[in-house]
């Protein structure tokens, strides 16, 4: 089983930055996918990175450009460096994890963004 915890978010003003990181624990495969999804009020959850352990990366259109995505896999830690924030950002940002395609994913218990106008 796989434990997942995320740090890093609060409260910025638009145009600011963020640095949301998610440390893995427990049953790491070798090879897996982690990523971040975010899920604003009244919205169903959605992608907005991921990344493989060999480091390939895949962006929601809303994000790229502004949003890097990044492991350390001796640290089974990914991170998410959010710049250019805007409001439409503001969210609660999931780490999830998963070993292969079609496994289930596991997910952290999430973290507020909250991005000011």
């Known amino acids: 089983q796989v434990h997942l915890v995320e740090s890093g978010g609060g409260l910025v003003q638009a145009g600011g930055s963020l640095r949301l990181s998610c440390s893995a624990s427990?049953?790491?495969?070798?090879?897996?996918?982690m990523g971040w999804y975010r899920q604003a009020p009244g919205k169903q959850r959605e992608l907005v990175a991921l990344i493989t352990s060999d480091g390939s990366t895949n962006y929601a259109n809303s994000v790229k450009g502004r949003f890097t995505i990044s492991r350390d896999n001796a640290r089974n830690t990914v991170y998410l460096q959010m710049n250019s924030l805007k409001p439409e950002d503001t969210a609660v940002y999931y780490c999830?994890?998963?070993?292969?395609?079609?496994?289930?994913?596991?997910w952290g218990q999430g973290t507020q963004v909250t991005v000011s106008s």
């Open positions: 999830d994890y998963q070993p292969f395609t079609g496994a289930p994913l596991t």
């Open positions: 427990g049953r790491i495969s070798r090879t897996n996918v």
